[in-house]
């Protein structure tokens, strides 16, 4: 059972600025030239994504701490949406992340998507 110094700490930890929309989406993921892979995202929002893609992150040699704030490019090729953004966050064990939009090649599309 959680009390409520638990629930506060989880609250006030909690980094997403924004309502989230609980989908699943498979997604193609593209950090710089040689990184490519799939993925699946559960939860979008007009300002962020949750993505998981064990083929990029997990097993790589490299540090999470690296990773954040590089640029990456995800396409959802089912809403037709390109999604320019920095990673936030990466779990390497878990091969999990989040993503900073900056930009998507369809605003209104992904703004529809977002609701």
């Known amino acids: 059972?959680?009390?409520d110094d638990t629930f506060f700490h989880e609250v006030e930890n909690d980094r997403r600025k924004?309502?989230?929309k609980n989908v699943t989406i498979q997604i193609l993921i593209k950090m710089g030239?040689?990184?490519n892979g799939r993925g699946i995202?559960?939860?979008i929002s007009m300002h962020g994504l949750y993505l998981k893609s064990l083929q990029i992150f997990k097993g790589n040699n490299i540090h999470s701490k690296d990773l954040a704030g590089s640029?990456?490019?995800v396409m959802i090729p089912s809403e037709h949406i390109t999604i320019n953004g920095s990673i936030a966050?990466?779990?390497l064990k878990t091969g999990e992340g989040a993503i900073n939009i900056i930009s998507?090649?369809?605003d209104n599309c992904w703004q529809k998507?977002?609701?």
């Open 113 to 115: 998507l977002c609701k």
């Open 18 to 20: 924004e309502n989230r």
């Open 33 to 35: 030239n040689l990184i």
């Open 71 to 73: 640029t990456v490019r």
């Open 1 to 3: 059972m959680k009390t």
């Open 89 to 91: 966050w990466v779990d």
């Open 104 to 106: 998507t090649s369809d």
């Open 41 to 43: 995202t559960n939860n």
